[in-house]
């Protein structure tokens, strides 16, 4: 998934319940992110020893070729990772890694950045380990951190950037809900090629009517097999 600096797949429709470790209130994510909860996936902040499992999960072909660069040594995650904590601090960016059940490092990241001040309108991305791509993973995790950015953070719109020709990004952020608005020509450049991207959004609005409508599937909407 590309966004426009380093940030860093089918599931059941449901409401979203987003765990929060409540030793971390609201306001206090600028200095140390919440732990978030999702169906058999944890997110937190990154931790310096997570340099070496990011590096061996998002720097593989399959993953790489449609996000930005990601840093090609075991050092270079190490220095994202600090970047990470330093725009949290500075209340510019939330970073989580992706830690699926069983796992104590992540298997990737979803990376949210303000995009003016007050976080009102900010642009997010993600890059997930292809050994976990159709297990649900992404759409647990990012339904997590999309109704903490909308619920705590305070952002009103969520921007996303995808290669046309990611068609599994761009599948996973159409199941998500999010909207796609137009069509950003050559925007991309990867591997010398200048390529289109879709540009897709998620309001706060459209959110909270999509989580009530899961809701109520989950409760009175009969299943057909």
């Keep these: 998934m590309h966004t426009t600096t380093y940030q860093p797949a089918p599931n059941a ?4 319940t987003v765990e929060v470790d409540r030793s971390i209130t609201s306001s206090d994510w ?7 909860h999702g169906a058999g996936v944890t997110l937190r902040e990154l931790r310096g020893s997570d340099a070496l499992a990011l590096f061996a999960m998002l ?4 993953v790489a070729r449609f996000v930005s660069p990601p840093p090609t040594t075991v050092e270079g995650f190490e220095r994202f990772i600090d970047w990470t904590r330093r725009e949290r601090a500075a209340g510019r ?6 830690v699926p059940h069983g796992h104590d490092a992540p ?7 303000a995009r003016e001040p007050h976080f009102a309108t900010a642009e997010w991305g993600f890059a997930i380990g292809s050994l976990f791509w159709g297990t649900g993973i992404f759409l647990e995790s990012a339904r997590a951190v999309v109704s903490f950015v909308i ?10 950037r995808a290669a046309v020709m990611n068609g599994r990004g761009n599948a996973a952020l159409q ?13 991309f450049s990867r591997g010398g090629q ?8 998620i309001v706060e609005d459209d959110w909270r009517q999509a989580n009530a409508s899961w809701a109520a599937k989950a409760v009175w909407g009969p299943r057909v097999h």
Excluded: M
């Design 151 to 160: 619920e705590t953070v305070g952002v009103h719109r969520l921007e996303a």
């Design 194 to 201: 200048y390529l289109d991207e879709a540009l897709w959004s």
């Design 30 to 36: 600028r200095t140390c992110l919440p732990i978030l």
């Design 107 to 113: 298997i990737g990241v979803i990376q949210v950045r």
């Design 59 to 62: 720097t593989t072909e399959e």
């Design 13 to 16: 429709e449901r409401a979203v």
């Design 175 to 187: 199941k998500l809900g999010a909207v796609q608005e137009g069509l950003l020509r050559k925007s």
């Design 93 to 98: 960016s939330v970073c989580f890694g992706v």
